[in-house]
């Protein structure tokens, strides 16, 4: 019976560019599915492989043209990666590229745009929550799922070095979260919505514009501000997962990657929970 369609390729592909001028840096995060058409309908009617791509090498060619072209935006990387098939294998007729971007702002900290500190693009939701009773009413505020990045100025080192360790030490790496940020009211402030903007600014510009030597660091540095910023609020509580990062291995291909390339990653994560009160 005939062949009426076929063809594969690799999905999920994900990977980072970061283009670096000097302390200004450009993000670029591409969820890419590459579908190949052409000469390979032996793979499926005789059990042929020999003209067939490993859809490994599909993702290595994806991360080798992101080290090639680390600041072409979302298109031109697309065309980039297709040239590479239709230009090694002749059994390729066709290469679908579809690249799926998440996006990231730049944050401006006093008025200005800082070189390392984004905000992903329309992310994050507000949070509300009240226990009333007749004998009183607590009432909460928060961001839920808001995620940002800084792609320097942050460290993970000196931790416990034993027979299971394999991260090595890190003094310069991406930190990257989607942040569930929770504050208690102990007063009224004059507007909710302002004080609650006021406290997301406060904690994205600590994050931004101090070194991290832990998410644990920040986070304790980012909850201190805040509760002296505003002095309505008793308590602030987070939870900050790791959204990581890693570089990607380049030397087989004969390059480098000096922090140009990398895989995000989301599952497994660090997961880090604290809940910073008011002194008494």
């Known amino acids: 019976m005939p062949l009426s369609a076929s063809r594969y390729g690799k999905s999920r592909v994900r990977v980072m560019r970061l283009a670096r001028d000097g302390d200004h840096h450009t993000p670029r995060e591409l969820d890419l599915t590459v579908m190949l058409t052409g000469g390979f309908?032996?793979?499926?009617?005789?059990?042929?492989?020999?003209?067939?791509?490993a859809t490994d090498s599909v993702r290595n060619i994806v991360n080798v043209t992101a080290a090639r072209h680390p600041a072409l935006d979302a298109e031109a990387f697309a065309q980039a990666v297709a040239r590479v098939f239709l230009d090694t294998y002749p059994q390729v007729a066709q290469a679908q590229v579809e690249a799926r971007e998440t996006r990231w702002v730049r944050c401006a900290f006093g008025g200005a745009p800082h070189g390392h500190t984004f905000v992903r693009d329309g992310n994050g939701v507000g949070y509300a929550d009240l226990t009333a009773?007749?004998?009183g009413s607590v009432l909460r505020s928060g961001l839920r799922g808001f995620t940002f990045m800084k792609t320097t100025g942050s460290g993970w080192?000196?931790?416990?070095?034993?027979?299971?360790?394999t991260l090595p030490d890190a003094t310069d790496r991406?930190?990257?979260?989607?942040?569930?940020?929770?504050?208690?009211?102990?007063?009224?402030?004059?507007?909710?919505?302002a004080a609650n903007d006021r406290i997301r600014d406060i904690l994205l510009d600590k994050f931004g514009t101090t070194y991290s030597k832990g998410v644990q660091d920040s986070m304790y540095r980012m909850g201190e501000a805040a509760l002296a910023a505003v002095p309505e609020i008793?308590?602030?509580?987070?939870?900050?997962?790791?959204k990581h990062y890693i570089p990607i291995d380049l030397g087989r291909f004969g390059l480098d990657n000096p922090g140009t390339v990398f895989l995000p990653t989301d599952e497994p994560h660090g997961q880090i929970e604290a809940t910073i009160v008011r002194a008494a």
Do not use: K
């Open 174 to 193: 991406i930190a990257a979260t989607s942040m569930d940020a929770t504050w208690t009211w102990s007063g009224t402030p004059a507007n909710y919505a």
């Open 234 to 242: 008793a308590d602030i509580a987070f939870a900050m997962p790791n």
């Open 133 to 135: 009773g007749r004998d």
């Open 41 to 53: 309908d032996a793979a499926w009617t005789a059990g042929d492989n020999r003209a067939c791509i």
């Open 157 to 165: 080192a000196g931790f416990v070095d034993d027979a299971y360790r």
